[in-house]
């Protein structure tokens, strides 16, 4: 699971979608990150609705002390990041980079089979109404293309592709000694569009999400209750097929276009024994997807 913001992303990459080799660079921009924590195993409840690792990363606000700038110039790309306070309770931050590797790859080999261009584009806005209270607008914009610029490329390979990934993320939290209370609403939208040299559309996918999470946790002594909810619907359109030369003409592997519901909810009880010194967690999460009629626990 990769989440952002407390949000879970399905494919957060510039890449080729619907290929296994292919080359991939996250989306998440270093610049704007406060952290990033790794669960290869046993993770929280709130994050139970996976099987494998899970990858939460965090966003900060700008800066308030002024403006700040930098850019730089790198072997693959350019990168900006700008900063500012917006009076005395509220900081804005926008950081975006642009490849230039798929140009030098293009020059300089002879078959530059794995040239990707890509861009992206991450902004927030953040206020303090009051201390105990932040709210954050968050959005972020990824665009990668592959363009195929081999000489003679062959009948019915890959001529182009194009994935893009853009997230709008509004979150409020309210933080307190005992109690922390946090919502958020977001939209999710993820295209992909793969073509051969003869025009043939072998993968298009366009996926969208919107939904709310909530979450809450309260102290007392050395407990910790933890509890959360997550509505999500959406709707992806897939189609996957390769060219196949029979009189049948082409394969499809994936045809479909379902909208659907996701529900979730968690609970977490932490009991801290001498004096932290030892900890013991019981949770559990439960979740139903409306298109399968599935739920789990």
């Given at each position: 699971g990769l989440h952002i913001d407390g949000v879970r992303l399905s494919a957060p990459f510039h890449t080729i979608r619907d290929i296994n080799d292919g080359y991939s660079l996250t989306i998440f921009n270093g610049d704007v990150l406060d952290s990033v924590t790794l669960l290869p195993g046993a993770a929280p409840a709130r994050y139970a609705d996976?099987?494998?690792a899970v990858l939460d990363v965090r966003t900060r606000a700008g800066r308030g002390d002024g403006f700040h700038g930098k850019a730089s110039l790198g072997a693959a790309g350019a990168f900006a990041?700008?900063?500012?306070?917006?009076?005395?309770?509220?900081?804005?931050?926008?950081?975006?980079?642009?490849?230039?590797?798929?140009?030098?790859?293009?020059?300089?080999?002879?078959?530059?089979?794995?040239?990707?261009?890509w861009r992206d584009l991450t902004a927030k806005l953040a206020w303090r109404p009051r201390p105990a209270h932040a709210v954050a607008l968050l959005a972020l914009l990824g665009r990668a293309r592959y363009e195929n610029t081999e000489r003679d490329p062959g009948a019915h390979t890959m001529e182009s592709a194009e994935a893009g990934t853009d997230l709008l993320h509004l979150s409020w939290r309210?933080?307190?000694?005992?109690?922390?209370?946090?919502?958020?609403?977001?939209?999710?939208?993820?295209?992909?569009?793969?073509?051969?040299?003869?025009?043939?559309?072998?993968?298009?996918?366009?996926?969208?999400?919107?939904?709310?999470?909530?979450?809450?946790?309260?102290?007392?002594?050395?407990?910790?209750l933890e509890a959360g909810l997550e509505a999500r619907r959406g709707r992806e359109e897939?189609?996957?097929?390769?060219?196949?030369?029979?009189?049948e003409g082409p394969r499809v592997l994936d045809d479909y276009d379902e909208t659907g519901w996701q529900w979730g909810a968690h609970v977490q009880e932490t009991w801290a024994a001498l004096g932290g010194r030892r900890t013991l967690t019981a949770g559990a999460r439960v979740d139903r997807f409306s298109p399968t009629g599935e739920a789990t626990v």
């Open positions: 996976r099987t494998g990041t700008l900063e500012g306070p917006i009076g005395t309770k509220a900081s804005w931050i926008a950081s975006a980079r642009q490849s230039y590797l798929d140009y030098i790859i293009d020059r300089v080999e002879d078959d530059p089979a794995l040239a990707l261009g309210r933080s307190g000694s005992a109690l922390s209370v946090g919502a958020a609403a977001f939209a999710l939208h993820e295209t992909g569009d793969n073509r051969d040299t003869d025009g043939f559309q072998r993968f298009f996918l366009d996926s969208r999400q919107a939904g709310l999470v909530a979450d809450a946790a309260w102290r007392r002594g050395s407990h910790r897939v189609l996957s097929r390769r060219f196949d030369p029979r009189p």
